[in-house]
């Protein structure tokens, strides 16, 4: 799984996960950002992330998130 916080220096995240899923990168995909609009979300899943989830969160969510797609891709 990779956690992946959109505002990278010198490059956008989206950019990058997109790049990631053309090189076949099967890996769960759990965005982190404070970029919190509908749009926004829509975007980014539309894109090729797993899961979204806005800043600040609770590190319980963190975990919860971080679990299900872990589960179901070993499972797999």
């Given at each position: 799984?990779?956690?992946?916080?959109?505002m990278?220096?010198?490059?956008?995240?989206?950019?990058?996960?997109?790049?990631?899923r053309?090189?076949?990168?099967?890996?769960?995909?759990?965005?982190?950002?404070?970029?919190?609009?509908?749009?926004?979300?829509?975007?980014?899943?539309?894109?090729?992330?797993?899961?979204?989830?806005?800043?600040?969160?609770?590190?319980?969510?963190?975990?919860?998130?971080?679990?299900?797609?872990?589960?179901?891709?070993?499972?797999?």
């Amino acid at each position: 799984m990779i956690l992946l916080d959109l505002m990278l220096p010198g490059l956008d995240g989206i950019t990058l996960y997109k790049w990631l899923r053309e090189m076949s990168f099967i890996a769960p995909i759990l965005v982190l950002t404070s970029r919190d609009t509908t749009t926004d979300k829509i975007i980014g899943l539309d894109a090729g992330a797993d899961d979204y989830l806005v800043k600040p969160f609770e590190l319980e969510e963190l975990a919860a998130r971080i679990r299900a797609p872990i589960s179901s891709f070993d499972d797999s």
